[in-house]
């Protein structure tokens, strides 16, 4: 069997068949819509602009107190819903009233106010920042006098609580500033006297000395060679002044010595003198020569002698050494010469001590290094906070000076509130137009619902298409006479 079409003259047919149920869902709503922009309660909205002017100071010292646009908005939206900002509004307008409480009003205010919209900056100044930015609130009332009245309210409290909530944090925030760089200060004071004490502490051993302290090592070690070099002279040439004391002391010959003044000849070196004479003497006389008689008659005369010397008692000979400048002389070189070994010896001492004093400082350098390092980290990072922390006082000074001033950025009332001629809401367009969709839809779909859902058949075609039997005729619909 042939597949049925469905021909265009079918629609027309299912809405005459249908009509009322397109009719009556339409004019239902539509009905409601009516209803509904008659009745339902006026609301007029009244906008009002403020103004951000410009700093009255220099664009460098108002930088500190001026905020950027997303900073603004932020601000300004909190603010302008603050309970501060809606309580004295709602006192100055007596809206607290009757059995109305405050936190109610309150409530009944925030609803009305309506999110804060910017347009475009008006056109920059000479240095290319804007010199106003506009921003409107707007407040929505069922009464046009009521909206305007509040909205101006709202804006006129909105910048006087402004102002004086940027002063009070401007004064709140040196304050606190001023407690933290006071704990900050002590802070830096204690760390600087701990440092200062580990350093008197380790004077001479801090790691900037070790230069110096390796300079005076080698100095010391210098000096300690040059004194030895020194003491050991010193010492051989007293060695030599005592043992010519005591050859003088036993009679013997005595040396001479560098700086020390020649001992008259003793007999013994006046028998070795002459002995000396006498050969020379020989080597170049006869014995029996009148020159080599005499040196023999006095060798003879000085043998005696020398044999006398020796037999007499120790303290004779020194009771007579006493009195001979040269032997005066040798014990007074002794005595200077054992002085000057006792200071040179003293003087190795000290210059050992001081090589080993700070011999131990440069060694003990690296370790005290370690210790000075974490004091001068935490003294650097409470130095660096000190000064963080004095130039944001000074900024936040600066500041709160501005504010007190009202040279900074103040919010100004550039346009106060605007009557509402027409209603905000309800829009009776837009409701009219939503009720026509709407029973247009609804007209529509109970159409179709109630085609869908009727099984009577209403033509050949769909009797033979439901069926699949012949049509063999019609009755046409016979109306009655009328």
Aim: cysteine-free; aromatic content about 6%; hydrophobic content about 40%.
């Amino acid at each position: 069997m042939d597949e049925a079409r469905f021909h265009p003259l079918d629609y027309l047919s299912v809405a005459r068949r249908r009509k009322w149920w397109f009719i009556v869902p339409a004019v239902a709503a539509i009905a409601v819509g009516v209803a509904l922009a008659l009745f339902l309660p006026k609301e007029y909205l009244s906008t009002a602009t403020v103004g951000v002017a410009a700093p009255s100071v220099s664009g460098d010292l108002a930088a500190a107190a001026a905020f950027n646009r997303d900073d603004r908005i932020r601000a300004i939206s909190q603010q302008l819903v603050s309970r501060q900002v809606l309580a004295r509004v709602v006192r100055d307008e007596g809206l607290d009233a009757g059995e109305q409480g405050l936190d109610q009003a309150i409530g009944r205010l925030r609803a009305g106010v309506q999110p804060v919209s910017f347009p475009v900056p008006v056109a920059p100044t000479a240095n290319g920042q804007p010199s106003l930015d506009l921003f409107y609130v707007s407040y929505v009332d069922r009464s046009p006098e009521a909206a305007q009245r509040i909205a101006n309210r709202l804006v006129q409290v909105f910048v006087d609580e402004t102002s004086r909530s940027r002063t009070a944090r401007a004064e709140d925030t040196t304050v606190f500033l001023d407690a933290q760089l006071r704990e900050s200060q002590a802070r830096l004071t204690e760390t600087e006297a701990k440092l200062r004490e580990a350093k008197q502490a380790n004077i001479g051993r801090l790691p900037e000395q070790t230069a110096a302290n390796l300079q005076s090592l080698n100095g010391l070690r210098q000096q300690l060679e040059s004194t030895n070099i020194a003491l050991r002279g010193e010492q051989d040439r007293l060695s030599m002044i005592e043992r010519q004391i005591e050859a003088m002391q036993q009679g013997a010959e005595t040396l001479p010595i560098a700086g020390a003044t020649m001992a008259p000849a003793t007999p013994e070196l006046r028998v070795q003198t002459l002995e000396q004479e006498l050969a020379a003497a020989r080597m170049s006389y006869t014995d029996k020569h009148p020159e080599v008689l005499r040196l023999q008659e006095e060798l003879k005369a000085a043998r005696a002698t020398a044999a006398a010397e020796r037999t007499r008692p120790a303290e004779d000979r020194l009771a007579g050494l006493r009195t001979d400048p040269a032997y005066r002389q040798l014990i007074a070189d002794r005595e200077n010469g054992r002085l000057r070994v006792r200071e040179l010896q003293r003087a190795e001492s000290q210059a050992r001590a001081q090589i080993g004093l700070y011999q131990s400082r440069v060694e003990s350098a690296p370790m005290v290094e370690q210790q000075m390092l974490a004091l001068q980290r935490e003294y650097d990072l409470q130095k660096k906070q000190y000064e963080d922390l004095v130039a944001r006082r000074e900024s936040a000074r600066l500041t709160e000076s501005l504010e007190r001033r009202q040279a900074g950025e103040q919010f100004r009332v550039f346009a106060p509130a605007s009557w509402p001629g027409a209603p905000f809401k309800p829009d009776r367009l837009r409701l009219l137009l939503g009720a026509l969709l709407a029973g247009v839809f609804l007209g529509g779909l109970g159409v179709v619902g109630r085609e869908f859902l009727d099984r009577s058949v209403h033509d050949s075609a769909t009797l033979a298409r439901d069926y699949e039997v012949p049509v063999l005729g019609e009755i046409p619909r016979i109306r009655a006479a009328g």
